[in-house]
């Protein structure tokens, strides 16, 4: 499976944006999120959580219009696999980046240790690590 730094995460991001036709909010959760925070050089696949059914279903059938080639994970609303998110997690969240149609955040940190205790398995842990010391959280 090829690695996805940011830059190439963006650019995946930005043909997605052409083909939407409303604006959507996108939160990075994940590697996805270290990857754009800088926190990690890359990450294997692109995971997302989408407030919102109706933008959740937007972005699935935009996602499935264009030819990728990335594993893309979508959650809806304020899960992230089972785990629900706090209710504040939006607000929470870190802008990157704003396209035309995508307003593009990422979990916060400490949301990200959280979501990522619930698998634990040795890639989340190095994650964990990664982020605890990264944004030093205590």
Partial sequence: MAQLNSTKLLGFLGEVDKELNKSITLVAVGGTAL????????????????????DFALFKKTLNSIPHGFKVDCYSGDLIFSEALPDDYLKKSIPIKKLKNI????????????????????RD???IGTTIKKFKLT
């Fill in 35 to 54: 990857t754009l925070l800088k926190a990690k050089a890359s990450t294997l696949d692109v995971d997302f959580t989408i407030p919102g059914k109706e």
């Fill in 103 to 122: 307003d593009l955040r990422a979990l916060h940190p400490v949301d990200i240790v959280v979501t990522k205790l619930a698998r634990l398995n040795e």
């Fill in 125 to 127: 842990k190095q994650d």
